[in-house]
């Protein structure tokens, strides 16, 4: 960073208390703290239940949202009759979770109907309506596309309470091994 070959700085899976600290320590040598990345999706709302995202929003610090999709768990493509592939990481984690997920899926395609997205668009669209930037992975050219559709797509502030309203009652907890719980700084 002194030399001047690092331009930008950011940390993932901090808590709001560590990116202040980072901030501090930055702040302290002349710099400053660009980006935050952390698991945000409509089943863990941790960071912004903690602060985090308003936070970012006020420090001028951009949110990266990773697993916006959940592994494809909140894409519409996997439900009770179409598991994940049995022997695969993600049938670990999700399959148990499919029927809590029924509703969601159905709700997150009833809302993405009314903007002419998918399920996995409109589960994208709720993070970019709440100003954050979603990491997805992409393996298609069609996904390009999709994204476009994304961002070029607000959701109301009614469907957003809608969708977060029926993943809390999913009950669905899909904070991994490797993270904390970003309320319990």
């Not at 030399?3 to 940390?11: C, E, N």
């Not at 320590?25 to 985090?52: M, P, W």
């Not at 499919?98 to 809302?111: D, F, G």
């Amino acid at each position: 960073m002194k030399s001047g070959k690092i331009k930008h700085v950011g940390v993932s899976n901090h808590t709001l208390s560590e990116i202040k600290r980072v901030q501090e320590i930055l702040g302290d040598a002349g710099f400053k703290l660009d980006a935050v990345q952390n698991h945000l999706s409509l089943l863990d709302r941790t960071s912004e239940q903690a602060g985090i995202l308003d936070y970012c929003k006020e420090q001028g610090m951009t949110f990266f949202a990773y697993m916006i999709l959940e592994q494809g768990a909140l894409t519409g493509k996997y439900d009770v009759d179409h598991p994940f592939p049995a022997d695969s990481v993600r049938a670990q984690v999700y399959n148990g979770k499919l029927p809590e997920l029924t509703q969601l899926i159905k709700t997150l395609k009833e809302v993405g109907e009314k903007h002419r997205l998918s399920v996995a668009q409109t589960a994208m669209s709720w993070a970019v309506t709440k100003g954050v930037l979603p990491i997805i992975g992409v393996t298609k050219l069609s996904q390009v596309d999709d994204a476009a559709q994304v961002a070029a797509s607000t959701l109301t502030e009614a469907e957003v309470h809608q969708l977060e309203q029926i993943a809390d009652q999913t009950g669905v907890n899909t904070i991994g091994s490797w993270e904390q719980d970003m309320r319990k700084d």
